[in-house]
Every structure is written in structure tokens, then in C-alpha cells.
Antibody
Framework: EVHLVESGGGLVQPGRSLRLSCAAS????????LHWVRQAPGKGLEWVSS????????GYADSVKGRFIISRDNAKNSLFLQMNSLRPDDTAFYYC??????????????WGQGTLVIVS | EIVMTQSPATLSVSPGARATLSCRAS??????VAWYQQKPGQVPRLLIY???TRATGIPARFSGSGSGTEFTLTISSLQSEDFAVYYC??????????FGQGTKLEIK
């Protein structure tokens, strides 16, 4: 069974940094693309960033480009999101999600429970 | 950036009736679209992928259709547990993906 567990959220002041982690298990980690999706309280889903199995393809939403950095450590089955220059509108639950299929161009089959980031 | 626009924002439907939710892409995305259901306090659940394929364990009353820029999620006979928020998601633009803003399906 796939498990994705996010950590690293918390209360942070505007302009500061935070690093989120997602620990994965239950699947062959280095075969699948992974993603970060966020959801402000009471709002809709917003795709944040994606990374391919080998980190060769990376994408960012315009709202975070230049401030956030996605990375992964396949040896440790872990996904990361380095968030810099945080703003109040970055306040949200941050979910990591796993592709259903290999190679990208895939729906998100599994989601973590999320970690809450509050920028204030 | 591919923009996904869902309509309506809120849909009021009676139990047992049919619900039709729409999603429009700002450019052609073939059939690279998925639909998710999210209930309060829960994470999104994959319902439909490749525009029309039901995910594992999803009841047959959920169906998806469309290609190119116009997509539809239909729930044929609404059950009480179906009232939730629904999102479309395009993954054609990988590694730059996007979600619609959601449609809240509420009891009439």
C-alpha cells in the first residue's frame, strides 16, 4: 500500500524559508514522478510543482517560480519542497502526490494527508 | 500555462437525479484529464482519468467524457455520499499541470 507522509509545515514569518518533506513507501520510489499540490483553507486545489523520476524534468506554477525548489532523494525515498521568500498567500495545506503511471502525463493516484504552512 | 475552467461553481441537485459538471481547457489537451472528488477534511480521491476511465473501485454511476478542450463528469443517480467538491486536472502539460477551481455539488 502506498504511503506518503508530509512533514515540515508550521508557522513562519513572511520573507522566511521553510522546507517540506514527503516520506514515501509502498512503491518503487525511483520510478515515479511526484508532485506538490496546495490548498488554502476553504479554497480549491492548486498545483505547485512536479519532478520526474530522475529529477530531469521539473515544473513550477507561476505563483511559486523563482521562490520554491522541488527536489528528491531516491536513495531515501523522499521528496522535498524548499520554500523561500514566503508570503501570506502561500498559507495552505501542502500535499505530496504520486503519479499513477510511469513517465509523467499521469493522474495523481495517491495523496499524502498534507502539512499545514501558515505564513504570518 | 494551461488554464482549466470549471462550471458551474456550485450545482444544486436532488438525490437520485443526474449531475453534469463541466471543465474547459484553454488549449487542446487530448484526453489527458482527470477528475477528483474531495469531501470536507479528506484528501482528493481520483475518480476518472484519461477523460473517461474510472479509477479502481469507483462506482459505475460516475462517468467522464470529452476530448480536446471540453470535458464532462456525469453522476447518473446521486447518492448522499456524492455531495462533495469535484476538481478537474490536466496532466497534458507535464511537468506543468493545473487544476480547475472546483465545482461544489450540494443537495437541493
Amino acid at each position: 500500500e502506498v504511503h506518503l507522509v508530509e512533514s515540515g509545515g508550521g508557522l513562519v514569518q513572511p520573507g522566511r524559508s521553510l522546507r517540506l518533506s514527503c516520506a514515501a513507501s509502498g512503491f518503487t520510489f525511483d520510478e515515479f514522478a511526484l508532485h506538490w499540490v496546495r490548498q488554502a483553507p476553504g479554497k480549491g486545489l492548486e498545483w505547485v510543482s512536479s519532478i520526474s523520476w530522475n529529477s530531469g524534468k521539473i515544473g513550477y506554477a507561476d505563483s511559486v517560480k523563482g521562490r520554491f525548489i522541488i527536489s528528491r532523494d531516491n536513495a531515501k525515498n523522499s521528496l522535498f519542497l524548499q520554500m523561500n521568500s514566503l508570503r501570506p498567500d502561500d498559507t495552505a495545506f501542502y500535499y505530496c502526490a504520486k503519479d499513477m503511471f510511469l513517465g509523467g502525463h499521469s493522474p495523481f493516484e495517491s495523496w499524502g494527508q498534507g502539512t499545514l504552512v501558515i505564513v504570518s | 500555462e494551461i488554464v482549466m475552467t470549471q462550471s458551474p461553481a456550485t450545482l444544486s441537485v436532488s438525490p437520485g437525479a443526474r449531475a453534469t459538471l463541466s471543465c474547459r481547457a484553454s488549449q487542446s489537451i487530448s484526453t489527458n484529464v482527470a477528475w477528483y472528488q474531495q469531501k470536507p477534511g479528506q484528501v482528493p480521491r481520483l475518480l476518472i482519468y484519461a477523460a473517461s476511465t474510472r479509477a479502481t473501485g469507483i462506482p459505475a454511476r460516475f462517468s467522464g467524457s470529452g476530448s480536446g478542450t471540453e470535458f464532462t463528469l456525469t453522476i447518473s443517480s446521486l447518492q448522499s455520499e456524492d455531495f462533495a467538491v469535484y476538481y478537474c486536472h490536466q496532466y497534458d502539460g507535464w511537468p506543468r499541470e493545473s487544476f480547475g477551481q472546483g465545482t461544489k455539488l450540494e443537495i437541493k
